[in-house]
Each structure stands twice: as C-alpha cells, then as structure tokens.
C-alpha cells in the first residue's frame, strides 16, 4: 500500500474537504481525488460520503483513521530521526494532561519548551486518564502527566510526586477553617466529582470501598475548571489536591480541608511508549524539563517519600 495515499487520505479526514486539504498539500484537487479513488479501490471500500458540505468519514473510513494515526506518527518520526541524525534540530512533540494539570501547568510549559528549544513543534493536549493513557499507548501523543500510575506494559512510568487531596467548598460551609475532616463525613456532603473511575475518582471510590461507604454524589464533571465554577454557584464540595484551587483558596472564595481516617492522596506520573522513535538526549531534557516544572508548580514537597494512592492513617 502507498503510504503517501494514506496521508493524504489522513489530511483529507482532518480538513473534511478535499478543497482545504489540496491546498494545504499543494496538489491539484482532480489528482488528489483520484488518489483517494485509487486507495478505496485498493481496499475495496467506500472511505468518504462526498457531500455538498464537505467529505465525511463513512464507517469504514473512520476505522481505517483509527488504525493508521500512531503507525504512520510513529514512521514520520522515524524518518524525520534519521534525516536529522545525528543532529536532532527538530522535532513535534505532543504532551498530554488532565485538565486538573493543565490548568496549572501547561502555559508554563509551553512558554519554556518554546524558549529552551525553538526548533521543537509542540502540542498540548487535554484527556482524561482513560484517554490519556490510550494515546501514549498508542503513540498518539508523547508524554502524559497523569493523576496515577498506569501499570501499562507500554508504558515507561515515573514517579514525580505525591499530592494529598483535601476537601474543597464554600466559604460559608460552616465547617470549622483548617480543621481537619474524617473522610466518612466528607462524602456525607453533596459531592461534584469527576465521572472516570480512573484518576482522582479511583481515589475515591477505592477508599469508599475500603470503608464499606458510599459517596453522595450531586454532580459529576470532568473537567477541574467546571468543578471549582459549580462550587463556587453553591452546589456542593469536591475533593481535589488543594493546588487545582490554589488561586480560589488564596482569594478566599473557596475554602478547603484536609482529609483523615485514611489521609487520600494521588501520584503524580509522567509516562512515555516504550521503544518510541523519539529518542537521544534532547528528548530526555524535554522529559525532564516536563518533570521539573511539574514539581515546581504543584508545590511539591521533593524529599517526600512516595506512597500509595490510599494512604491509611
């Protein structure tokens, strides 16, 4: 199979037209239409519903995407290694975070990736744990903060830090400033947490279970931003590492509470695919300049043992 056709067939599917995507690859509309006929001929489906508004994935075409992304990144970066070999001026890189750190993080990490390597194409994306884990898996992005250790076979994993998760809610809650809460009375309160049994949810639902209790969920949202909002509309509490609300806290529009009977906390991870093509030791001082801005930004202690994610007082 051409190569070559299947990413046109992949610019094709980005832009949803076949106008957009000749002009981005500067090859003329009849011969790129006629690559696309070629390849479904070649595969013996359908790939695109040509419509008035545009080329839309049929079934077979969305599956043939999914299957090729990770394959064909992975040879561009195996090929752009050996054309720049053994000086790696250049590179994409995709970095992937859950929102919770993406709120704090990525601006900052932006801004020095860009200034300590110019040449470096960098792209942030947002994902929830799930997600997250499947992209670097499947060499859809690079690097991934996660909330937790994956304990994928794929994955290479470090431990940057460990976080405690406090309980955070209105000023006016009428619980005691600073005192802390056992962890049975805090899932008492109205509780907006996020939906995905992974990550910070696993937290929860692993101590719950543990505790022989339930959570009394109000709402669920995955997204931090969205979190913080409807606590501070007066729909309930949530629980998150207090430095996701550092800015809430700080301005006295939210309070929060630490957590006993068990203390919870999360692990904080960057992970990568094992035997990726980006390798050499400009991608490593990316890793670990991801690494060290994580650990300053979250406020985390460095000499601080790392524990389990329950950990029981």
């Known amino acids: 199979m051409d190569i070559r056709r299947l990413s046109y067939f992949m610019r094709i599917a980005e832009h949803g037209s076949l106008t957009k995507a000749s002009n981005v ?19 013996g489906v359908v790939l695109f519903s040509r419509t008035a508004r545009g080329m ?14 990770s394959p064909l990144r992975e040879l561009g970066l195996a090929m752009q290694n050996i ?4 000086f790696a001026a250049e590179a994409n890189i ?17 801004l020095r990736i860009d200034r300590a390597f110019p040449k470096i194409k960098l792209r942030i994306v947002e994902g929830l744990t799930g997600s997250l884990i499947d992209w670097v898996s499947r060499g859809v992005v690079d690097f991934v903060l996660l909330e937790g250790v994956a304990h994928h076979d794929q994955l290479q994993e470090q431990n940057l830090t460990v976080l405690p998760l406090m ?17 049975s009375e805090a899932i008492k309160l109205p509780l907006v947490l996020p ?19 339930h ?7 995955d997204s931090s931003r969205l979190m913080k909002d409807l606590l501070l509309r007066g729909l309930g509490y949530t629980i998150l590492p207090a430095c996701y609300c550092q800015a809430e806290i700080a301005s006295g529009s939210l309070q929060a509470w630490p957590i006993t009977d068990p203390g919870l ?4 991870v960057v992970a990568s695919r094992k035997n990726s093509q980006l390798t050499g030791p400009r991608i490593r001082a990316i890793e670990e300049l991801i690494a060290q801005t994580a650990l300053e930004l979250l406020g985390a202690d460095i000499n601080r043992p790392l524990s389990a994610r329950l950990c029981l007082n």
């Open 83 to 86: 054309r720049s070999f053994p």
């Open 265 to 268: 906390s999360i692990d904080i």
């Open 167 to 183: 309980l955070v809610g209105p000023v006016d809650s009428g619980l005691p400033p600073g005192k802390a809460v056992a962890f």
């Open 56 to 69: 839309r994935l049929t079934e077979e075409g969305a599956a043939l995407r999914a299957s090729v992304v």
């Open 94 to 110: 995709a970095l992937g975070l859950p929102p919770g750190l993406a709120d704090i993080l990525a601006t900052t990490l932006a």
């Open 195 to 213: 939906s995905h049994h992974l990550g910070l949810r696993a937290v929860l639902n692993d101590a719950a279970l543990w505790a022989h209790l």
């Open 25 to 43: 690859l500067r090859i003329a509309q009849p011969a790129l239409s006629r690559q696309m006929r070629l390849l479904e001929e070649e595969l």
């Open 215 to 221: 959570l009394n969920l109000r709402l669920e949202a």
